[in-house]
């Protein structure tokens, strides 16, 4: 019988500082807005989005994604304001970043490479990266009123980029598996 798979996605992590002020604002508008799926997963940006993969085999995701830190450099992220994804998402705008999007796109051709059999989705190819404060359960009768107050609201902070990590569910929620330093 084939070993269960679990489910794995790979994520980036503001400074402490800033991924605490990041929290704050979900946590004031879940209670605002009584919306809470947003705070399930840790403040984050997703890199690759959530796929399945033999949990028996997560040792050669942790070492492969070690080979591909080996060669990487930090870089500046840049947060500006707040965005919407239709009627359905809120989040902070990750700036457009030329260092950002060849890290992203340099990390998918890896996985390519590296794991073949590992499946990718639309997400992982039209890449906008962002931190999202809230989605799924926004009350949809509150939407225009939800986006013309996010929309006057101002964030700005730039912090550089050192590492990446591997995160499992594991059935209630994320854990982070293994870290990745940039060389």
Known sequence: MPEPKRLY?????????????????????SEKYKCYEALKPPVHITLKAPFFYPEDEENSLVEGFNQLA?????????????????????YIHV??????????KDLIFFITQQFPDLSLNKYDSEFNPHLTIAYRDIPQSRFKEIKAEYSSKELYAVF????????????????????????
Not at 17 to 24: D, P, S
Not at 95 to 104: G, I, L, T, V
């Open 9 to 29: 996605f790979i994520a980036l992590f503001p400074p402490e500082r800033l991924k605490k002020q990041i929290e704050n604002i979900r946590l004031e508008f």
């Open 95 to 104: 700036a457009e970043s030329r260092a950002f999007n060849d890290f992203q």
């Open 160 to 183: 550089e980029l050192k590492n990446f990590h591997l995160l499992k569910h594991d059935s209630h929620k994320w854990d982070v598996i293994s870290s990745y330093s940039f060389k």
């Open 70 to 90: 080996s060669g990487c450099k930090p870089f500046k992220v840049e947060l500006n304001n707040f965005s919407f994804f239709k009627n359905h998402t809120i």
